[in-house]
Antibody, heavy 123, light 110 residues
Framework: EVQLVESGGGLVKPGGSLRVSCAASGFTFSSYPMNWVRQAPGKGLEWVASISPRSSYIYYADSVKGRFTISRDNAKNSLYLQMNSLRAEDTAVYYC????????????????WGQGTLVPVSS | NFMLTQPHSVSGSPGKTVTISCTRSSGSIASNYVQWYQQRPGSSPTSVIYEDNQRPSGVPDRFSGSIDSSSNSASLTISGLKTDDEADYYCQSYDSNNWVFGGGTKLTVL
């Protein structure tokens, strides 16, 4: 059974930093592109970043470019999002989502999603 | 980048059929696959349609997807409505390696 479990969320002050993680199981993690998607309270979904299976290709939404860094450790079956210079508008539940693409090709959607981790940014 | 526009809300009675639209602002709707996600309150999104009209295993055939080039839109149709279908629904496509989401539609089953 595919499982994605996020962790690391918590209250952070504006300008601060936080790293959230996603532990994957039930599939060959190193074969799949992975993504972070966020959802502000009461709002819709917003794609944040994606990373290819071997970290060769990384893409970011304009809203986080230069502040957030997506990474992965295939040996640990884990996905990460390092968030720096956090702003109030970054307050959201952060979901990791698997892209079903194989062979290094993105399919550009999420077939499995984690339960999310909440990151409130407030003083 | 283009935008995907959905109605804010739709409603229907149990047993009836509802359709949720998703209109692409620029470029052809047929250029990139459209996906649909269901999100119940307090839960994470789950896929109900991928690649325009494909259903993941476990999703009932009451859910169907289509695209219409004449209106440059995609649609999610849910037939035989059940109270359990009450949720937010999001369409999603992509452009230049970025995912693009619609704003979401709240489905109320009256």
């Amino acid at each position: 059974e595919v499982q994605l479990v996020e962790s690391g969320g918590g209250l952070v002050k504006p300008g601060g930093s936080l790293r959230v993680s996603c532990a994957a199981s039930g599939f060959t993690f190193s074969s799949y592109p992975m993504n972070w998607v966020r959802q502000a309270p009461g709002k819709g979904l917003e794609w944040v970043a994606s990373i290819s299976p071997r970290s060769s290709y990384i893409y970011y939404a304009d809203s986080v470019k230069g502040r957030f860094t997506i990474s992965r450790d295939n040996a640990k079956n884990s996905l990460y999002l390092q968030m720096n210079s956090l702003r109030a508008e970054d307050t959201a539940v952060y979901y990791c989502a698997r892209d079903p693409g194989k062979g290094g090709y993105n399919y550009y959607y999420g077939d499995y999603w984690g339960q999310g981790t909440l990151v409130p940014v407030s003083s | 980048n283009f935008m995907l526009t959905q109605p804010h809300s739709v409603s229907g009675s149990p047993g009836k059929t509802v359709t949720i639209s998703c209109t692409r602002s620029s470029g052809s709707i047929a250029s990139n696959y459209v996906q649909w996600y269901q999100q119940r309150p307090g839960s994470s999104p789950t896929s109900v349609i991928y690649e325009d009209n494909q259903r993941p295993s476990g999703v009932p055939d009451r859910f169907s997807g289509s695209i219409d080039s004449s209106s440059n839109s995609a649609s999610l149709t849910i037939s035989g409505l059940k109270t359990d279908d009450e949720a937010d629904y999001y369409c999603q496509s992509y452009d230049s390696n970025n995912w693009v989401f619609g704003g979401g539609t709240k489905l109320t089953v009256l």
